[in-house]
Nanobody, 124 residues
Framework: QVQLVESGGGLVQAGGSLRLSCAAS????????MGWFRQAPGKEREFVAS???????YYADSVKGRFTISRDNAANTVYLQMNSLKPEDTAVYYC??????????????????WGQGTQVTVSS
């Protein structure tokens, strides 16, 4: 069982930056593929970025070049550095963990564990 707790959300002006953190429980965190997803009001939850246990990274086209996902296995934490934020990045951001047998995919069904979410609001 893995428990995930996100932090770091908030209100920022367009062009600004935020860094989200996701603290995970569990001794085998280093083997879990991790992902970030987001959900805007009235929209489906969508893939943002993911990172494999060997730190291979994947990004949605909409955030590529602006967001960076990383992990610190010693601290059981995954990060999402968000730069050049746009109003359309406004959403609740969720951290997710997939079982070690899976890859760091883009589909929600690949992830078994989810955090409670953290709100990111970008003003224009």
């Amino acid at each position: 069982q893995v428990q995930l707790v996100e932090s770091g959300g908030g209100l920022v002006q367009a062009g600004g930056s935020l860094r989200l953190s996701c603290a995970a429980s569990g001794r085998t965190f280093s083997r879990y593929p991790m992902g970030w997803f987001r959900q805007a009001p009235g929209k489906e939850r969508e893939f943002v970025a993911s990172i494999s246990w060997i730190s291979t990274t994947y990004y949605a086209d909409s955030v590529k070049g602006r967001f960076t996902i990383s992990r610190d296995n010693a601290a059981n934490t995954v990060y999402l550095q968000m730069n050049s934020l746009k109003p359309e990045d406004t959403a609740v951001y969720y951290c997710a963990a997939a079982p070690p047998s899976r890859t760091a995919g883009r589909a929600k069904y690949e992830y078994d564990y989810w955090g409670q979410g953290t709100q990111v609001t970008v003003s224009s």
